[in-house]
């Protein structure tokens, strides 16, 4: 992987914040879940993708393995 030292930041800002929650995510996740209420409080516009449906078909393809 190419390491810049933005990419570097990104990577230890992470580390710091899982290390700070004890590498628990639903700790971070609830984190995350606050700051985004925050962000709306202060009249941020939040957005995110529609749940996807379970019989919507999906761009992945599975092959089956060669017949020997």
């Known amino acids: 992987m190419i390491e810049n030292e933005i990419l570097a ?3 230890r800002g992470r580390a710091e ?3 700070a929650c004890n590498y ?3 700790v971070i996740f609830a984190e995350m879940r606050e700051d ?3 962000l709306r409080a ?4 939040v957005v995110s993708f529609p749940p996807k449906r379970i019989d919507e ?3 992945m393809v599975r092959e089956d393995p ?3």
């Open 24 to 26: 628990d995510v639903n």
């Open 9 to 11: 930041e990104i990577h």
């Open 42 to 45: 202060e009249g941020w516009k």
């Open 17 to 19: 914040h899982a290390r």
């Open 36 to 38: 985004l209420e925050q």
């Open 57 to 59: 078909p999906t761009a």
């Open 66 to 68: 060669p017949k020997t």
